[in-house]
C-alpha cells in the first residue's frame, strides 16, 4: 500500500526566507508524486508533479521539488517566501498512473512572519 | 482548462436530514471521480472512488449506504450524505480525471463545507 508522511505539521518562516517542506513516501514502484496547496475553506491547487525524468521539477509560483528515490523522498522548496504563501501544503503519491487515486500526507500548516 | 466545480461551497441541515453535494467537470468529460473527506486541521481521507455508469468503490470504514454516490454522466457526480448527524460534519472535495488522460493529475473542486446542528 501507498503512504506519504509529513514529518513537519507546522513550520513558521519570515517573509522573504527560504522554505523546505518534507515528504516521504512509500510505493513499490515509482511513483506519482504530488504537491497540492490549501488556502483556508479552499480547495486544493496543484503546486507540480513528478511523473518520471528529471528528478528536479519546477512548479508554479516560484516553488520546486526534487524526487530523491534513494531517500523516498520528494521535499518542496522556495528560495523566498511570500506571505501569500501561508496556507496547508500536502504531498500526494498516486500508484500506477497519475490519475488514480491519490494518497495523501497529513499536510504541514506555513506560517509567514513579516 | 480541467475546472471541476462543487456546489454549494457551504450548507448546514439539521440532523436527519439528507444533504446532496454536486461534483462537476466543466470542460472535461470525467469517467472517474474521487470524493475525499478532510477534517479540521486533518489530512485529506478518500472515500470513494466514483465510476461513470457503475457503482461507486468505498474505501474500507465508509458506509456506503450513509454516503451515496451517484455517477450519472460524465460530468456529475453526486455525494449525498443520509440522515445526517453532526458528526458528518466535515469539509468534502471532489476530485476528476479525464479519459484518456493516464499521467493527467487530478482536478479538485473547492470543496464543501458541510455542518449539521
Known amino acids: 500500500a501507498q503512504s506519504v508522511t509529513q514529518p513537519d505539521i507546522h513550520i513558521t518562516v519570515s517573509e522573504g526566507a527560504s522554505l523546505e517542506l518534507r515528504c516521504n513516501y512509500s510505493?513499490?514502484?515509482?511513483?506519482?508524486l504530488f504537491w497540492y496547496v490549501q488556502s483556508p475553506g479552499q480547495g486544493l491547487q496543484l503546486l507540480l508533479k513528478?511523473?518520471?525524468?528529471?528528478?528536479l521539477v519546477q512548479g508554479i509560483k516560484g516553488f520546486e521539488a526534487e524526487f530523491k528515490r534513494s531517500q523516498s523522498s520528494f521535499n518542496l522548496r522556495k528560495p523566498s517566501v511570500h506571505w501569500s504563501d501561508a496556507a496547508e501544503y500536502f504531498c500526494?503519491?498516486?500508484?500506477?498512473?497519475?490519475?488514480?487515486?491519490?494518497?495523501f500526507g497529513g499536510g504541514t500548516r506555513v506560517l509567514v512572519k513579516p | 482548462g480541467a475546472v471541476v466545480s462543487q456546489h454549494p461551497s457551504r450548507v448546514i441541515c439539521k440532523s436527519g436530514t439528507s444533504v446532496k453535494i454536486e461534483c462537476r467537470s466543466l470542460?472535461?468529460?470525467?469517467?472517474?471521480m474521487f470524493w475525499y473527506r478532510q477534517f479540521p486541521k486533518k489530512s485529506l481521507m478518500l472515500m470513494a472512488t466514483?465510476?461513470?455508469?457503475?457503482?461507486?468503490?468505498?474505501e474500507q470504514g465508509v458506509e456506503k449506504d450513509k454516503f451515496l454516490i451517484n455517477h450519472a454522466s460524465l460530468t456529475l457526480s453526486t455525494l449525498t450524505v443520509t440522515s445526517a448527524h453532526p458528526e458528518d460534519s466535515s469539509f468534502y472535495i471532489c476530485?476528476?480525471?479525464?479519459?484518456?488522460?493516464?499521467?493527467?493529475?487530478?482536478?479538485f473542486g473547492n470543496g464543501t463545507r458541510l455542518t449539521v446542528t
Open positions: 476530485s476528476a480525471r479525464a479519459p484518456g488522460q493516464g499521467n493527467s493529475p487530478l482536478h
Open positions: 510505493y513499490g514502484a515509482t511513483p506519482y
Open positions: 513528478y511523473f518520471s525524468g528529471d528528478t
Open positions: 500526494a503519491v498516486a500508484g500506477g498512473a497519475a490519475g488514480n487515486k491519490l494518497t
Open positions: 470542460d472535461f468529460q470525467a469517467t472517474t
Open positions: 466514483s465510476n461513470e455508469g457503475s457503482k461507486a468503490t468505498y
